[in-house]
């Protein structure tokens, strides 16, 4: 858990274009991660038997993935404007012509 905030630090004390927000961002995806890692491994380690819950939830994220896959969509492009810098929390976005 410390890593990551000392990872999120350091990203920013870099004075790199990342923004401080992704940073946070990033830090947090990857301190999820690791603690998920961690539980799984805890359950193996204790041998208690995960498939059955493992199939469920993939069979759960398939079936939200496809009802919201429009929303997805327009989010994961989101995601991937404002980390290749073409938009800035902040910016005012207009659509259509009015």
């Known amino acids: ?13 870099l004075k790199t274009v990342i923004q401080p927000a992704i940073a946070i961002n990033t830090a947090r995806n990857v301190k999820l991660i690791i603690l998920t890692t961690g539980v799984f491994v805890t359950f193996s380690i204790i041998e208690v038997d995960l498939g059955g819950l493992l199939v469920a939830a993939g069979f759960t994220g398939i079936v939200v993935g496809l009802a919201a896959q429009q929303t997805l969509s327009n989010l994961f492009s989101g995601l991937a404007m404002i980390y290749e810098g073409r938009l800035k929390p902040g910016d005012v976005v207009r659509i259509g012509s009015d």
């Open 1 to 13: 858990m410390y890593y990551t905030h000392y990872l999120s630090e350091r990203i920013v004390a």
